[in-house]
């Protein structure tokens, strides 16, 4: 079963703008990851936040993370074309046998529009 | 270092027939999950393997199997194929060692009639 929701399901939006994408989620958590797809491939590595981490930056990304409110958004600053995909945040919560199990949300379209 | 890689890419199997997918981790990477994406269920994870043992197991039948050798790569196989069993099959790798990225690979869309 999918840990939790991502807000919007679908996004569209003009070139230049930002992207906003919310991810909720129900249990504890030890980081939570960012991923893309595009087109039913597979998925690419974005970024990862710690659960005792508030904000995280790589280039035009930047995400956010509450633990208290189990949410985190994934911000996309001046959009390109080429960021057209589906997004998907996934938490790995903390397993006593140091493994790793990642719980997906159902992903944010997005399309970006030159 | 090279990818996740898993082949084949693309399968069309019939019901009642088994299938054997391969997954080759990153260099030094001791932990292999996978994963199956639906439309309608979402991407949802199958099990994980770290040096030759299953670690986790989601919530699939048994007829979804695995195992991983001890040069880390992985294979998966679904025996008595359903129609339900059409999906994309993707593989991570990571460190396993907790708290690190899981780096998948493209795919195999498995498509059964």
């Known amino acids: 079963s999918q840990q939790g929701e991502e807000d919007p399901q679908a996004l569209s939006i003009q070139e230049g703008e930002n992207a906003t994408m919310n991810c909720s989620y129900k249990?504890?958590?030890?980081?939570l990851q960012w991923y893309r797809q595009n087109s039913g491939r597979g998925l690419v590595h974005l970024i990862l936040i710690r659960s005792n981490e508030r904000e995280k930056h790589s280039g035009r990304l930047r995400v956010t993370l509450d633990t208290s409110k189990k949410s985190s958004s994934l911000l996309i600053t001046a959009s390109r074309a080429a960021d057209t995909a589906s997004y998907f945040c996934?938490?790995?919560?903390?397993?006593?046998?140091?493994?790793?199990?990642?719980?997906f949300g159902g992903g944010t379209r997005l399309m970006v529009k030159p | 270092k090279a990818g996740v890689t898993q082949t084949p890419r693309y399968l069309i199997k019939t019901r009642g027939q088994q299938v054997t997918l391969s997954c080759s981790p990153i260099s030094g990477h001791r932990s292999v999950s996978w994963y199956q994406q639906t439309p309608g269920q979402g991407l949802q994870f199958l099990f994980e393997?770290?040096?030759?043992?299953?670690?986790n197991k989601g919530n699939f039948p048994g007829r979804f199997s695995g195992r991983q050798f001890s040069n880390s790569r992985s294979e998966m196989n679904v025996s008595t194929l359903e129609l339900g069993d059409s999906a994309l099959y993707l593989c991570?790798?990571?460190?396993?060692?907790?708290?690190?990225?899981?780096?998948f690979g493209p795919g195999t869309r498995l498509t059964v009639l």
């Open positions: 991570a790798s990571s460190l396993g060692t907790g708290d690190n990225e899981q780096f």
């Open positions: 393997y770290f040096s030759e043992t299953q670690r």
């Open positions: 996934a938490t790995d919560a903390y397993l006593s046998n140091a493994g790793n199990m990642l719980t």
């Open positions: 249990t504890s958590i030890n980081n």
